[in-house]
């Protein structure tokens, strides 16, 4: 009988092993696999505990390395979005300042702002990298995608001082939108523009939108650019003119992208190049209200 038993089990071991994986027993071997598993692995570790702190050794360094990898990948990935990010919002203002370009009739040259602060006495200015060299000169109007950055006051080869509009020292003419009331603006640094109309009856309101007037031959200002909305309206009784505060479309402390209009329009752009009224102002605008109240001008005093 014992023969007998060895002989069937050889038999049965040559079948399994010349079937390979189509062996008639493969069923039954990978289902004694399934079960025993787990109790082989649990065995081996008790018996041989150095080798399973061996392996579980190597597994943390294998398992760090590739945390380290992914860290790496996640902060190169990150400085490329954020290079990326960057390129875009240039892109953006890039994109911004060609239009406002484009619907003023100005032509523009491109240039970015690399200094900022005081400069030949001025407190409010920017350096900008282009220059003489780049066919800038004195007294050229600087714009960016939301409107008046300042003028030129002076050139080197291949930069170029910009006055802002913020500066005490600033004035240029304007003009309000549809009534084209004039008057003068000058730069209060941190402050709304302070605005002079010339006609002390003129009816503005807060919201009202005013453009540069423009000079002679475009020089130092181009007309049309977009100065800022009215925020208020000062009395000033018995005066010829009237005062108001401006609140301007450029952020000055936000300055990258700059145009510096190098051939003026052939024509006065008039308010073409003022940006579209929202669908809740322009509902506004069909049932227009009465002047805001005028508010009395500040004093030092309490």
Known sequence: MLVLLVLV??????????????????????AAASALGPVEDAAAGAVDPVAGYIRAIRDAGTHQERLDQITRENTELRQKLASSDAASGRTKQLDDMLRTAGSGGYTVKAAQVIAIGAAQGFSWTITIDAGSDDGLTRDMTVIDGQGL??????VAPTTATVLLASDPGFTAGV???GSGE????????ASPMRIELLNGRAQVKAGDRLVTFGSQSGRPFVPGVPVGTVKEVQ???GQLTKTILVEPYVQFTRLDLVGVVVVPPRTDPRDAVLPPVPAASAGAAGNPQAPIA?????????
């Not at 089990?9 to 990978?30: C, E, H, M, Q, Y």
């Not at 004039?182 to 640094?189: N, R, T, V, Y």
């Open 235 to 237: 009395a000033t009784p």
């Open 294 to 302: 005028a508010v009395p001008p500040t004093t030092g005093g309490n």
């Open 182 to 189: 004039i008057g003068f603006a000058a730069g209060q640094g």
């Open 9 to 30: 089990a050889f038999a049965l071991i040559t079948v399994d092993i010349k079937g390979g994986d189509d062996s008639p027993l493969g069923g039954a071997r990978r």
């Open 175 to 177: 003009r309000l939108e």
């Open 149 to 154: 950055v300042g003028r030129i006051t002076t």
